[in-house]
């Protein structure tokens, strides 16, 4: 919270509180990155939980009811920021993330599909670095022209694969200096969603014996080390040999 509110609110001061409809902003990145960020802080709390005893039902409303509650207080600045808004779509994303790992624990037991990020720098974010980032760190949270944000699903229950062998489908956007269509266009950009599929590593399934290296792939499984894939956008498909 501290970052986000160095980052993307200072010197802006507080307004009074109200909506606002951002869904038609960015291709809807950014409400792929609220799944993504409420998933993997439900997981955290989910396993910290267990880790200290608690029953499966119970740990799993909790790490959801807190993950849910935490991200919501972003809508909190958000929401008496003179450039922004609450969203409300933005609280849909946060109920999402934290369901598709509360459904998959009581379902089946273990995480068969895990969002993943990946991220490349991108020159775009030089237009206009209020906006998109003037540092490296900034852009990793600001710039959604670097960002794909990934579905990883675990196929050793239904095919021979190795079960460190995912298949992965993600989802990114392009030419994005402003968040509205309109301005992207007035400005000679053609902002535009990119569909991937590639392949995938699942970190967790990799035999280790060192219990600091397990924990340490645990934590890393949420970001997709660069592998192939294919690309489908409005110009047709390319075939990436490496992309991340």
Request: proline share 4%; net charge positive; with cysteine.
């Amino acid at each position: 919270m501290t970052l986000l509110g160095t980052s993307w609110y200072r010197d802006q001061g507080l307004g009074t509180f109200r909506l606002f409809n951002d869904l038609p902003e960015w291709k809807q990145m950014d409400k792929a990155g609220h799944l993504f960020t409420a998933y993997h802080l439900t997981r955290g709390l989910r396993n910290g939980c267990s880790t200290s005893g608690g029953s499966t039902k119970d740990c799993n409303l909790k790490s959801a009811l807190f993950a849910f509650t935490a991200l919501s207080s972003i809508e909190i600045l958000d929401g008496f920021s003179p450039a922004y808004g609450a969203s409300v779509t933005d609280l849909a994303a946060n109920a999402a993330g934290t369901l598709l790992f509360v459904a998959q624990d009581l379902s089946w037991g273990e995480q068969r599909i895990v969002p993943k990020f990946s991220f490349h720098n991108d020159q775009l974010a030089e237009k206009r670095p209020e906006v998109l980032g003037a540092s490296t760190l900034e852009r990793l949270l600001k710039n959604y022209n670097g960002q794909t944000y990934w579905l990883s699903a675990d196929l050793d229950n239904v095919s021979e694969l190795p079960g460190w062998l995912n298949l992965s489908l993600g989802y990114g956007a392009n030419e994005m200096v402003f968040g509205r269509e309109q301005k992207n266009m007035a400005a000679g950009f053609n902002a535009q969603r990119r569909i991937f599929i590639g392949l995938d590593i699942d970190l967790k399934d990799i035999p280790v014996k060192k219990r600091w290296v397990k924990k340490l792939f645990m934590a890393l499984n949420m970001i997709r080390i660069p592998a192939p894939a294919i690309e489908f956008n409005y110009n047709g498909i390319r075939l990436h040999p490496l992309y991340f």
